[in-house]
């Protein structure tokens, strides 16, 4: 209990300054908490993932650069392309700073924006969440509704989207979401 105080303060002065980003994790909370329930996932660490996901969000670039520089120094930039530093940077917040140990949660920050194959149900549900939340005014009420229904097909969905809309304005595609991609292909075909 003491660790979920500690984060609430910490992203509190974070994100005093940035009315969006605190949208952003309310928003992303009371979904995760409903997919937490419907499919059964821990709820302690739903919301210890929720509030670590977008800690490092508003850090300045060249921070986030020398972490995962320092950590990371041969990060496949085709796996994590700059824009997705930030759920390196938190889960190396969360496991240096906060001295969180559950590789479940630290990878749930960690490849919330990428995805990728052979996701834990929590890693599924914060990447997810991170789709749907209310705020994202782009997601259509299918996605939202199927995210209930069957996890996978929601996060393949969301995946085609987010790299449909990645390739239209010349933007890298992780190359773990493409492999994700190929993964629910086989599975789901080609919707």
Not at 24 to 47: C, E, F, P, S, W
Not at 85 to 101: E, P, R, V
Not at 148 to 174: C, G, H, R, T, W
Request: net charge positive; with cysteine.
């Amino acid at each position: 209990m003491f660790l979920l105080l500690r984060i609430r303060i910490l992203l509190l002065v974070k994100l005093r300054k940035d009315p969006f980003r605190r949208r952003h994790v309310t928003n992303m909370m009371k979904v995760a908490l409903r997919l937490q329930t419907h499919y059964g996932a821990d709820r302690k660490k739903t919301k210890l993932a929720v509030l670590l996901h977008d800690l490092m969000k508003l850090e300045d670039p060249a921070k986030l650069k020398a972490m995962v520089d320092e950590h990371h120094p041969k990060l496949d930039p085709n796996a994590f392309p700059e824009v997705t530093w930030h759920g390196i940077g938190a889960m190396l917040y969360a496991k240096d700073k906060l001295m969180i140990t559950d590789t479940d949660i630290l990878n749930a920050v960690m490849y919330h924006t990428t995805g990728r194959v052979g996701m834990s149900l929590l890693e599924k549900i914060i990447c997810l969440a991170d789709y749907i939340e209310e705020g994202r005014t782009f997601v259509g009420a299918e996605i939202r509704k199927l995210a209930f229904q069957d996890i996978d097909k929601a996060l393949y969905l969301s995946m085609l989207e987010v790299s449909a809309y990645l390739k239209e304005n010349n933007m890298p595609i992780s190359s773990l979401t493409m492999r994700a991609i190929d993964e629910y292909q086989s599975q789901y075909g080609g919707i």
